[in-house]
């Protein structure tokens, strides 16, 4: 069973409500557009902004979830250009951060 089939999903466009099965409180699909994908430079940008955050962040691609606020960790999920992943939150409090992190991914990054 991998992590995402383990919750029920809510579905308003492009924004998941988790229901309390984990700790994660919302969540968002996310397409990563820079050509390069997300590489060290990337995957830095992403865990700095992380690491302002009270609560975890997490990245989802297939089963595998990984904290936001970890570089290596990032890099190990192999995001291409194109890939679809998930953006999830653990407190709404944290909301500024992830909408921040979710808008630098869906933009490339600004390279």
């Not at 297939?62 to 999830?88: F, M, N, Q, R």
Request: proline letters at 2%; one cysteine or more.
């Amino acid at each position: 069973m991998n992590f995402v089939s383990q919750f029920a999903f809510y579905t308003i466009p492009e924004y998941y409500f988790i229901m309390p099965q984990s700790s994660v409180e919302f969540s968002k699909k996310v397409m990563v557009t820079n050509e390069l994908g997300i590489h060290a430079r990337s995957a830095a940008l992403i865990a700095k902004i992380a690491q302002k955050a009270a609560s975890k962040i997490w990245l989802i691609k297939d089963s595998e979830k990984v904290d936001a606020s970890s570089i290596i960790d990032i890099l190990t999920l192999g995001c291409a250009c194109g890939s679809k992943i998930i953006l999830a939150l653990d407190d709404r409090k944290d909301m500024a951060i992830f909408n921040e992190i979710a808008e630098l991914i869906e933009t490339g990054f600004g390279e």
